[in-house]
């Protein structure tokens, strides 16, 4: 059986539209599929964000969401500043040798050293002649008194008041020797959830600052902290954490922490990293650096004060 022609004609061109529609609407499946694609990963992202708390460690996410393989160029055009702040130190002998060694890394890292504790005189003294950026790391109280550790002097408490803030800051400062404590530049808190939140706690830990001519470091162990603004209120130097390199305790982990390090370096020109002299630290800054030495500059945290 044979169709006229014109049918046939009719039939040919049917099909044709048919097929182009069914080619659009595949088309637009995939758009909609892809912008769902992209907010999961915004979702991702946004669920990867510094602990803030000095409660318990909380575990890395487990993958890694950004690992810039080749050197990115900062929104200027220059290497993105990093500052890294290896904190705690003072508790144990013999800890800073491991972040010595990593070669090229010189004098690049900052070091918060908790007066008072059973070696931080003789780190410091380590730390003096090799012209480090040292810092005072004050323990402040926490949010969670449970976590408050024993062993490293008085804390800070909001109830002391401010004479008797004034009181403990100057002992600890009086356990360096003279000749230490003049090389001291900079404060920052250990823990502090609760006390880097109360105007009138900082107000007297600022104006302690103001009076020494040291810079404060907000550690950030609360998003509540006013630590920035009162600084600023006061015309002391000031500058933040960003994010914290080793609330999980293995190499990997703490490399990717790392890499979100020079991420947000390579987005806002300067991050601040705060790590602790373990052994996994040394580790990894020592591979991270290796891979990145090229794509930022390594400064002290002091350099990045306002
Ligand atoms: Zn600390």
């Not at 800051?169 to 360096?176: E, I, K, N, S, V």
């Not at 991050?271 to 002299?277: K, L, Q, W, Y």
Request: proline share 7%; with cysteine.
């Amino acid at each position: 059986m044979s169709l006229p022609t014109s049918r046939l004609m009719l039939i040919v061109l049917s099909c044709m539209v048919l097929g182009g529609f069914v080619a659009w609407l595949a088309i637009q499946w995939m758009n909609t599929s892809d912008r769902r694609d992209e907010r999961a990963t915004a979702k991702q992202t946004a669920a990867v964000s510094e602990p803030i708390a000095d409660g318990p460690k909380k575990p890395a996410a487990p993958t890694k969401l950004s690992e810039p393989e080749t050197p990115k160029r900062s929104p200027t055009g220059s290497q993105p500043k990093v500052a890294i702040v290896i904190d705690d130190v003072g508790l144990r002998p013999n800890v800073l040798d491991a972040f010595w060694a990593i070669p090229g890394i010189n004098n690049g890292l900052s070091w918060a050293v908790i007066p008072g504790t059973r070696f931080a005189n003789a780190l410091t003294r380590d730390l003096v002649a090799r012209k480090a950026c040292i810092i005072a790391h004050i323990p402040m109280e926490p949010i969670a008194s449970e976590s408050i550790t024993s062993g490293l002097g008085d804390y800070l408490m909001v109830s002391d008041g401010p004479a008797g803030m004034l009181d403990k800051l100057r002992a600890r400062m009086d356990t360096f020797p003279p000749s230490l404590r003049s090389q001291v530049t900079g404060l920052s808190n250990h823990q502090g959830s609760l006390l880097t939140t109360n105007q009138s706690a900082m107000t007297t830990l600022i104006t302690f600052a103001r009076s020494e001519k040291l810079f404060f470091l907000d550690s950030r162990t609360t998003a509540a902290t006013i630590g920035k603004s009162v600084a600023q209120e006061q015309g002391v130097r000031v500058v933040e954490r960003n994010v914290f390199l080793d609330n999980v305790r293995e190499p990997d982990a703490i490399e990717r922490q790392l890499d979100e390090l020079l991420s947000h370096a390579q987005r806002k020109n300067h991050a601040v990293g705060i790590g602790h002299p373990y052994p996994e630290t040394a580790v990894a800054l020592a591979r991270w650096f290796r891979k990145h030495a090229s794509s930022l500059q390594l400064v002290p945290v002091s350099a990045l004060t306002q």
